[in-house]
């Protein structure tokens, strides 16, 4: 806000109105989100034409939206489990990553039946830490597949 300022309001004042009143937006700054309250309790709103009501006390507006950035990041794993459940072949996904991350082929292959994986991307999508699984399973089963290849082609000589 241009003026941060304290008001006594009718109910049903909308924010965009406060906020005009105190002088609008910094200029250069757009706010990429409003929340009614503070920043630790307040609650987002869609829209500053949002009227306020009796229990209103602030108007925060933030440059920054922390929240929108935390969801397109990757995490490490929660282990909700709720890739194992999507997963049509009834594959683990979070330990094959595991396996994965320790290089232990064997055990993604044979344990864990790595190679069944069909890449449909159902665990990608539902996974709330943002791995990319799928990804690293069609890279994992190339890399397996090359390997045997090469193998039997060594061994033909």
Not at 75 to 93: D, F, Q, W
């Amino acid at each position: 806000m241009q003026t941060p300022s304290n008001f006594i309001a009718r109910d049903g004042t909308t924010f965009a109105q406060l906020l005009e009143a105190s002088g609008g937006v910094k200029a250069g700054c757009t706010p990429k989100k409003a929340l009614s309250g503070g920043p630790m309790m307040g609650v987002a709103v869609a829209s500053l034409d949002v009227p306020i009501q009796k229990n209103t006390n602030a108007l925060t507006l933030l440059a920054d939206d922390r929240v929108e950035k935390a969801e397109k990041e990757m995490t490490a794993c929660l282990h909700c489990g709720r890739c194992s459940t999507i997963c049509p072949n009834g594959l683990v996904p979070a330990l094959m990553a595991d396996a994965i991350n320790m290089k232990n082929w064997e055990r993604y292959e044979t344990k864990l039946y790595g190679l069944e994986c069909i890449a449909c991307g159902s665990c990608t999508y539902i996974c709330p830490a943002r791995r990319p699984l799928t990804q690293m399973f069609k890279q994992t089963k190339a890399e397996i597949l090359a390997r045997k290849r090469a193998a039997q082609a060594g061994g033909r000589k």
